[in-house]
């Protein structure tokens, strides 16, 4: 275990919109850095692990777009120095098939302090009704 403080509310949020971000730019590299070297994924699409190589080929040749997005409610917990997670609501503006459509969902992060800085090592989403 780190001799080090917990991450702060602001220091996840921070990375977790660095995260977005990068999947808004299509930057494969550093949605790779984000992420720890196997990232287990949870949504619509099912279960799958992800590794950094290819997050990196799914961020830059994924055939959607994400236009915009925005948190709203959140929870945080650091159960240890160096575990985050970060729960929220998420809007978002994605374009998949040509067709541009706005989504309401509830994601969840859990992030991991390694030698390499923090990284994503679990991601979910439950798209909401609306």
């Known amino acids: 275990m780190s001799d080090q ?14 995260y977005w971000n990068a999947l808004c ?7 790779a850095r984000l992420s720890s070297e196997n990232t287990i994924v949870t949504g619509k699409q099912g279960l799958m692990t992800v590794s950094k190589d290819s997050m ?6 994924g055939q959607w777009i994400l236009n915009s997005f925005e948190f709203g409610d959140m929870a945080f917990l650091s159960p ?3 575990i985050a997670i ?7 503006t994605v374009t998949m098939d040509g067709k ?7 994601d969840s992060s859990t992030w ?10 679990a991601h979910s989403e439950a798209f909401l009704d609306q």
């Open 5 to 18: 403080a917990h991450p702060t509310q602001s220091k996840i949020v921070a990375l977790e919109t660095s």
């Open 25 to 31: 730019k299509k930057d494969g590299t550093t949605a």
């Open 56 to 61: 990196k080929s799914l961020t830059e040749q």
């Open 80 to 82: 240890t120095p160096d």
């Open 86 to 92: 970060l729960a929220y609501t998420v809007t978002q």
């Open 100 to 106: 541009t459509q706005t989504l309401h969902a509830a």
């Open 112 to 121: 991991v302090r390694t030698p390499d800085g923090w990284q994503c090592c």
